[in-house]
């Protein structure tokens, strides 16, 4: 069994936890280009090494950041959003 | 003992025949090489030679060769797709590979079984007869069924409602067929090397030079050549090459594992697939159950096996086939895959001028192995899109015209 540090509930399986994709800073939705977009949505990194990615723990809706070796499958570190993140995104709809 | 026998033992053996050449030394330039040496870079190879005459050409292989993804599919050959372009496109794949053994006088072994796909609730009854609808409106053979007919075609199925997800009917595509992947990969390659076509195991490519947004030359462990076009097609290592070329790709590497039982007499005719029960099997021509199940919940560059895929395969599969319980499993292996947002490839023009791109292949890429290598190598060829292949190309991510065929292709490969 392949486990996981949750920040918020410890250690569990990993089957416990869902994936959520490469950490990657999100452009302005209202300001971006639509090429700009399209990337920030499907393009991946998908690098072979050491990543930051989003984690849900599913049983507590807990979103946190996961370090993880894509080669080796070590979990190095994991820790809150508000490490990196530290304000709310406020979503409101562009200017057509 | 018969003196023949005797005489036959004691005379010089028959000098046997390589496959293809062993690898030549690298030259300086090539019209076109070929980044990856597995099924792909193989039939696009032979096609590259025997429909356009471009014989100046080098596939690179980082091991050995067909050691990726196509030696570990379970080979699974079917156009039950639910887009129009997916099931056009596949259909032409499964045409070429119903006379493969022919064109290539090679025997493939295909063996036309009939494909089922089972569905457990109203949703996947659904999803199979629109995509029952869909194939037939394109010419292709597929129907909706109910468990009467299902029970004729495979008798040792339970059908019974004494499990969590009693079967309601299937989608029936009686083209559906296996072959030998192997052979498929050695039978190009063996045609391709008779073109004179160069096959380089052993070689790696570690980088491009590109001039201008152009690529003029390929780096490897065995030195740098120069090249007119490249074409890439490494599956599970499509991000990092591409990142080599500088450009990136809608893929995510994710591991996808498969097993086989110990041999058995044949007693499993069709290929079944259940979405509901994430699994799905077939028997070999030897006798063993080929088992696999959708691909994993994260990114891996890896091809470890687990015991988790195998406990939660078995729980589905003795659902619906309680005896296998009594059979032993022999092997578990896994390849890394390269897996696109809409479950579709992605193939044609680059960023990069004179580097084309075969990938996004994921889970479903053995049986397009045909259509792929000629339409790829007709591209390389005239420098234009095939029509066929034009809802692939990579721009779709941009104009978000996605081909979805998530429906079809997520468990059944
Ligand atoms: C368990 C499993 C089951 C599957 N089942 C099915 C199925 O039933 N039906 C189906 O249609 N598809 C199936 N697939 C998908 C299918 O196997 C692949 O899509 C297909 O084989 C891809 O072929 P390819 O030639 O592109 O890739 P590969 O066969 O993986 O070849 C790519 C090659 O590129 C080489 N390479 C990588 N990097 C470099 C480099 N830098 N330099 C040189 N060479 C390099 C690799 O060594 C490899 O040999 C399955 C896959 C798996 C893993």
Redesign the interface.
């Known amino acids: 069994?392949?486990l996981m540090t949750c920040p918020l509930n410890g250690e569990r399986n990993i089957?416990e936890f869902?994936?959520g994709g490469e950490v990657v800073d999100m452009p302005n939705p209202a300001a971006c280009s639509?090429?700009e977009w399209?990337?920030y949505l499907?393009?991946?990194?998908?690098?072979?090494g050491i990543v930051k990615?989003w984690w849900m723990h599913a049983a507590s809706s807990y979103w946190f950041i996961a370090e993880r070796n894509?080669?080796?499958?070590e979990i190095i570190r994991t820790f809150p959003s508000s490490e990196l993140y530290m304000q709310r995104v406020d979503f409101r709809a562009a200017k057509e | 003992m018969p003196l023949s026998l005797l005489k036959y033992g004691l005379t010089k053996q028959p000098k046997l025949q390589r496959h293809f050449p062993p690898t030549p030394e690298l030259k300086n330039s090539y019209d076109v090489v070929i980044v990856g040496g597995g099924g792909h870079g193989l039939a696009a190879a032979y096609y590259l030679a025997k429909n356009w005459g471009i014989t100046n050409v080098a596939v690179l292989e980082k091991s050995y060769l067909a050691g990726g993804n196509t030696a570990r599919n379970t080979t699974i050959v079917r156009s039950n797709y639910l887009t129009p372009e997916g099931v056009q496109f596949y259909d032409e794949s499964v045409k070429l590979f119903q006379n493969l053994s022919n064109e290539l006088d090679y025997n493939i072994l295909y063996s036309e079984r009939g494909h089922l796909t089972l569905a457990h609730t109203d949703a996947a009854v659904r999803t199979a007869r629109w995509r029952a609808e869909v194939n037939k409106h394109l010419g292709v053979d597929s129907e909706l069924i109910y468990p009467d007919e299902i029970a004729r075609l495979c008798p040792q199925l339970n059908l019974g409602d004494d499990v969590r997800y009693p079967i309601l009917g299937a989608l029936y595509h009686p083209p559906g067929a296996l072959a030998r992947h192997d052979g498929v990969a050695w039978g190009y390659a063996r045609r391709a090397a008779e073109y004179g076509v160069e096959i380089h195991t052993q070689t790696e490519v570690t980088g491009f030079d590109i001039e201008k947004g152009k690529v003029v030359g390929v780096k490897t462990n065995r030195g740098n050549i120069q090249c007119g076009k490249v074409l890439q097609a490494v599956a599970g290592m499509s991000s990092e090459v591409a990142r080599m070329a500088d450009f990136k790709l809608p893929i995510k590497t994710i591991p996808l594992q498969a097993c086989v039982s110990e041999a058995v007499k044949p007693f499993l005719d069709p290929i079944i697939v259940s979405g509901s029960l994430h699994v799905y099997v077939s028997q070999s021509s030897r006798g063993e159950l080929v088992m696999g199940a959708s691909a994993e919940a994260y990114p891996l560059y890896s091809t470890r096996s687990t015991l988790e895929f195998k406990e939660e395969l078995m729980m589905h599969l003795l659902e619906m086939f309680p005896f296998v319980g009594k059979l032993r499993v022999l092997r578990q292996w896994a390849g890394m895959t390269d897996m696109t947002p809409d479950f579709s490839p992605v193939m044609g023009l680059t960023p990069i001028e004179n580097y084309y791109i075969d990938a996004g292949w994921g889970t479903w890429g053995f049986k397009a192995t045909p259509v792929c290598g000629k339409r790829m190598a007709e591209t390389i060829a005239t420098g234009k899109i095939p029509d066929l292949i034009k809802p692939f190309e990579l721009e779709r991510f941009y104009r978000n015209e996605q081909v979805g065929e998530r429906g079809a292709a997520s468990v059944g490969h």
């Open positions: 069994m392949k089957s869902v994936y639509d090429q399209s990337a499907f393009i991946e990194e998908n690098t072979k990615e894509t080669e080796t499958n």
